[in-house]
């Protein structure tokens, strides 16, 4: 044999035992590290240990056990026996329990060694967790055979034990904590998210006096409610009001959504709407019977009313999606398809099924009910906005027309303005030739005829030419105001005409004081200096009067003006002329109150009052 075919040979011999040494290896390897599922025990009514075994009346049961599917349920407590020649390694043995409730210790070897929730007390609850439990090593109980569990619970509860997993704490720990994580962070989820759109649609319906947010906001809170509840291990309460409020947050959670989701789609069916409110009402009435000790299926019969009604609820938003479709409730129907689906599937495992494993499959519920939240409240948010932009826009062509009526109100307005100030100018010049024809036209008609009947009596002549000069002096005056206030209008007014009062022999006694400030217009001023001007043009040509008094001011309630003179008078209940008819119209005008008190063979009084 060559030195190359003996090489051959050790080279084929050291590749097939390392390839024997690997197979070995892999196969020990797998039959080490895998953990043995326990899917059948012994099960016997009462608390059993390794002492007392042999007195009870043990049968074996499937695992899942689940106590209120027997006939009749199980109660109180009951021990489970499974042999300790299951676990894999002696010395590291560890077991998982996916579910069991409502509470529970461990025994070996008649010594506890382990206990889920205060076995004593009855209004402890477990049973919604999974549970890892490390046995003693074999050394410290060498003459144990068994494991105990012992389990206390009731029917109105999901009471008994799941399939267990038993192994190497290396292999089962992994498995423990993915499923609490996955427990924890799905409860967190749907507190937070789910409180935060609580507080924010509570607020909104505030905001905007809006009926859904607040049915938005209410579903949401009983939802992070019933979640955080649902984590709870040791009950802060009695379980009776704990599961009353769980029950309370499914019901009021589920009958609000429902309607809620109706109305955000337009679905406008009184009596489906009404089928929410019923099933509520009898869902609560089931839970609070169930609380006084009403047997489970009166619970569960309520909980099948509330699913129906919201099942048409859905099949009812389905149909619109169907009829006419938009993104909205289309979201909503394919939300609402997978919660009503996977709802199914968790009442099916809870309720019905006979499957072994049923009692530990995960419960989706929780989680798709905050996908269709957050499907239902997204939907809310952007009818909102719609709403919102619809406002703007609606602002805008609101603003717009608003602008454009304005623009028609102000050439309507610059247009009357105009037509007024015609008509003002035209009524002033009517004025201003009555004034010259019956003032100025009559006294130069006299002076005509005074000169050519007496051309020697000059003073007479200077004299009418005088009452000539000083009338269209006043006429021209009133053609704007002699100033920009009443105190001034009245000095001014008595310095132009007290030449006048003097040459008809009329002694004036003036006591005038500052008025108050009135904001009256150019043209108010002008119609209160006529008035004044007809008073004393009244007085010197009709009254024949040789004293007049003038008293004007403000006092606490107003401004007033007396005009008094020692004249004739007349009959002031009988005599109401054109003049006195002009007086009181413009007074009327500017809001002053006038009065005129007068006696023949007495004198007359004109008072005046208007506001400060």
């Not at 076995?119 to 074999?138: E, G, I, K, Y």
């Not at 939300?335 to 009503?340: E, K, Q, R, S």
């Not at 105001?481 to 008809?504: M, N, V, Y």
Request: aromatic share 12%.
């Amino acid at each position: 044999m060559t030195a190359r075919t003996e090489y051959e040979i050790r080279w084929l011999k050291m590749v097939t035992t390392g390839i024997a040494l690997a197979v070995i290896l892999f196969f020990c390897s797998i039959a080490h590290a895998a953990p043995v599922k326990i899917l059948q025990a012994e099960i016997a009514e009462g608390q059993y240990s390794q002492a007392n075994a042999a007195t009870g009346q043990w049968q074996t049961v499937s695992l899942s056990d689940v106590w209120r599917r027997k006939t009749p349920c199980r109660d109180h407590i009951w021990t489970y026996r499974v042999p300790l020649s299951v676990f894999p390694d002696p010395q590291d043995r560890t077991l998982l329990i996916y579910r069991a409730g409502n509470r529970l210790r461990l025994f070996s070897d008649d010594q506890q060694f382990a206990e889920a929730g205060n076995f004593l007390n009855p209004d402890t609850d477990v049973s919604n967790h999974a549970m890892m439990f490390r046995l003693p090593a074999t050394e410290q109980s060498a003459n144990a055979t068994m494991l105990y569990i012992q389990v206390a619970g009731d029917c109105r509860r999901y009471s008994g034990l799941s399939q267990m997993l038993a192994g190497k704490f290396a292999d089962i720990a992994p498995l423990y904590q993915q499923k609490v994580d996955t427990f924890i962070w799905s409860t967190v989820a749907i507190v937070v998210v789910c409180s935060i759109l609580c507080f924010v649609s509570l607020s909104a319906s505030l905001l905007y006096r809006s009926f859904n947010a607040l049915l938005f906001g209410i579903t949401c809170g009983f939802w992070a409610l019933r979640a955080w509840l649902w984590s709870m291990h040791e009950l802060p309460l009695p379980y009776a009001i704990w599961f009353f409020l769980i029950d309370l947050s499914f019901g009021v959670w589920m009958s609000l959504i429902c309607i809620l989701a109706m109305r955000i789609n337009q679905i406008r069916y009184r009596w489906l709407e009404a089928a929410q409110w019923i099933s509520l009402v009898f869902f609560l009435g089931s839970s609070v019977a169930l609380a006084f000790g009403a047997p489970p299926v009166y619970k569960a019969l309520g909980i099948d009313l509330v699913v129906v009604a919201g099942t048409g609820a859905l099949i009812s938003i389905m149909i619109q999606a169907f009829r006419t479709p938009s993104p909205g409730n289309i979201a909503v129907s394919l939300a609402g398809f997978v919660m009503l689906v996977l709802g199914v599937y968790d009442h099916w495992n809870v309720w019905m099924t006979d499957a072994a494993d049923a009692y530990q499959r995960f419960y989706f519920t929780p989680l798709i009910v905050l996908f269709f939240i957050l499907a239902v409240g997204i939907v809310l948010n952007l009818q909102y906005m719609r709403a919102m932009r619809s406002d703007a826009q609606y602002q805008k062509v609101l603003e717009v027309e608003v602008s454009r009526q304005r623009a028609i109100l102000e050439q309507h307005h610059q247009a009357l303005a105009q037509q007024a100030r015609q008509e003002a100018v035209t009524l002033e010049r009517e004025r201003i030739m009555k004034d010259m024809h019956d003032g100025l036209g009559s006294q130069l008609v006299s002076l005509m005829s005074l000169v050519q009947t007496a051309p020697q009596q000059k003073t007479e002549i200077e004299h009418e030419l005088q009452e000539a000069l000083d009338t269209l002096r006043a006429t021209i005056d009133t053609l704007s105001p002699s100033g920009e206030d009443l105190t001034t209008i009245l000095a001014q007014f008595r310095f132009r005409h007290e030449s006048r009062f003097k040459r008809a022999g009329i002694q004036l006694n003036w006591r005038v004081k500052p008025f108050s400030s009135t904001a009256w217009s150019s043209n108010n001023l002008i119609q209160f200096e006529q008035m004044i001007r007809e008073i004393f043009t009244n007085i010197i040509k009709h009254a024949g009067a040789s004293q007049i008094w003038v008293d004007a001011g403000t006092n606490t309630e107003d401004n007033f003006l007396f005009i008094q003179d020692n004249g004739t008078g007349f009959d002031a209940s009988v005599q109401v002329g054109r003049g006195l008819k002009n007086l009181h119209q413009r007074a009327s005008e500017l809001g002053i109150r006038l009065r005129i008190d007068s006696t023949n063979g007495v004198g007359t009084t004109i008072s005046m009052h208007w506001a400060l």
